[in-house]
């Protein structure tokens, strides 16, 4: 694994345990938004493989798709996880009165706990 991809697994790694720290406090919408963001720097971590990068996130979402998940490299499952993720993200994060459930940010936690590892297992 080189420099890069290490990089952003540790900053995905990292990002996952505030992100537990923030459900346990009760934080959904911020536990959500780092969950978001493990599963990110995750994403991240397989592009700097390809020694590829994007200035927005759905640049880097696009890519992961298409090299990784349409050529099933990684599950199909996780192209749903990345898409809700997204979204749910953008919705606590933008939208005003936008409520989540414990179940919401647990959910979101296991899902960017279950990419991290497969992203691990890729990259060994």
Known sequence: MDDLSLYRLNAAE??????RILLDSGQYKDSIGRSYYAIFSAIRAVL?????????HAGVISYFQKEYIKTELFDKKYSKYIAVAFQI????????????????????????CELLNAVKVFLS
């Open 14 to 19: 990292d990002k996952l345990k505030s992100a």
């Open 48 to 56: 700097a493989k390809d020694k590829v990068d994007f200035s927005k």
């Open 89 to 112: 993200r953008n919705n606590c994060d933008y939208d005003d009165f936008f409520i989540v459930s414990k179940e919401d940010a647990v959910e979101q936690y296991a899902h960017a």
